[in-house]
Structures are given as structure tokens and as C-alpha cells.
């Protein structure tokens, strides 16, 4: 099926060492939204960019669009014992219209 | 806030038995979606709807049906559970019928089939 790519799958991270995931596509995006799930918990709304070059940040992270709209990141600064979970992104329409990344699953080390 | 919720967190049916899962949301939205949840194979959109007793198929929707008769509630139904059908199911919904509108997901239900 259509799927969007993220990398890396997988991320250890020393607490305090900063971690950055990569969601990538083929085609021109009109938006993107990110999404965090705790583990065992279920996906939960973080954020939307829709312009060009945009970079918006929440505290510790910041997610930004790419210039031609066919990639995204987020990265934690620092991060926490918190910030245990996977990471999905999730193009909002065209031809990945509902349709989520394969997720960057986090793990924080204490 | 919104409120989606599935009716079981945990369900354990046999091979060959039909299975409903149930999710009703509380805030009118207009999209509803079932997706199943793999590890190392992310959110697999299985069916979604934009509006009562419309339907779309998503990327796997082999093996499951889908009812949507009344806004609030959207039923997925497994004709005949096999093994493979072992897994999380994720509901949500997003108002508006838009593409970049939100998701608002239920906490899941993990579907043992034995």
C-alpha cells in the first residue's frame, strides 16, 4: 500500500541527547501534521504545518516543512523520559490523504 | 475535548467467528476511520467514511466490512476472523471532511484471534 517514509525506524537515545525524525515523500505536500503515541496509548494530535519553509516549535521540539513541501522533521532538544513513544507523521491530503508514516519509535535512556 | 471511544480495550474471539468492533465519537464529526496497528508496520488505514452510510476503502480492507448508519457510530465487522486478523484496531474521526483537519483517535481495541 502507500506509505510515507520515516526514519530513523528506530531511536535510543541517551536522556539529554537530542533526536530528530525524518518523514519523507515522493510528491508535493499541501500540509503535514505530527502525531505522538505513548506506549500503550493511542496516537495524539502535536501539530500542522502547511506553508513552504515553516518551522514551528512547542517547548523542546521543532518541526519543520520542507522548502518543496516533500519532507518533514521533528526534533527534541534535549530530550526526556517524556518524550518515550513513537512518532508518526501524517500528510493531510493528495495522494497520501489519510494515510500515516511507518513512525520513529523513541526510547529514552536514563 | 472530543470523545472517541471503542467499546472493548481487550477482545479475544475464534477463527471463523464474526466480530464487531464499535466506535462512537461525540462531536459530530463528519469522518470516521478504522486503521490496525502492526509493530514495525505503523497505521494501516483500513476503511474510512465521510458521511453516513458512505464508505471508502483504505489500503487494506480485504477481510472487513464496515456500517455506518447513524453519524456518531462507525462498526468495523470481520465476516469470518482468521490469525492474521491478530491485532490492534484504531478508531478516529476529524470534523469537516477536510484532509488537514485533525485526527482524534479512541484508545483502541487489541483483538486477540485464537
Known amino acids: 500500500g502507500q506509505q510515507v517514509m520515516q526514519i530513523p525506524q528506530y531511536q535510543h537515545v541517551q536522556e539529554g541527547e537530542d533526536f530528530t525524525t525524518y518523514c519523507n515523500s515522493s510528491?508535493?505536500?499541501?500540509?503535514i501534521q505530527w502525531y505522538k503515541q505513548r506506549p500503550g496509548g493511542h496516537p495524539v494530535f502535536l501539530i500542522q504545518l502547511v506553508k513552504s519553509g515553516e518551522v514551528k516549535k512547542q517547548k523542546r521540539l521543532t518541526f519543520q516543512f520542507g522548502e518543496a513541501k516533500k519532507n518533514s522533521s521533528l526534533h527534541i532538544t534535549a530530550t526526556q523520559t517524556t518524550d518515550v513513544g513513537t512518532y508518526f507523521c501524517h500528510p493531510g491530503s493528495g495522494t497520501y490523504k489519510y494515510i500515516f508514516g511507518t513512525g520513529t519509535r523513541l526510547k529514552v535512556l536514563a | 475535548d472530543v470523545k472517541v471511544t471503542q467499546s472493548s480495550r481487550y477482545l479475544v474471539k475464534r477463527t471463523g467467528e464474526k466480530v464487531f468492533l464499535e466506535c462512537v465519537q461525540d462531536?459530530?464529526?463528519?469522518?470516521m476511520f478504522w486503521y490496525r496497528q502492526d509493530p514495525g508496520l505503523g497505521l494501516r488505514l483500513i476503511y474510512f467514511s465521510y458521511d453516513v452510510k458512505m464508505k471508502e476503502k483504505g489500503d487494506i480492507p480485504e477481510g472487513y466490512s464496515v456500517s455506518r448508519e447513524k453519524k456518531e457510530r462507525f462498526s468495523l465487522i470481520l465476516e469470518s476472523a482468521s490469525t492474521n486478523q491478530t491485532s490492534m484496531y484504531l478508531c478516529?474521526?476529524?470534523?469537516?471532511?477536510?484532509?488537514?483537519?485533525?485526527?482524534?483517535f479512541g484508545s483502541g481495541t487489541q483483538l486477540s484471534v485464537l
Open positions: 510528491t508535493t505536500l499541501s500540509n
Open positions: 462531536m459530530d464529526h463528519e469522518n
Open positions: 478516529a474521526s476529524s470534523s469537516t471532511g477536510l484532509a488537514n483537519e485533525k485526527l482524534f
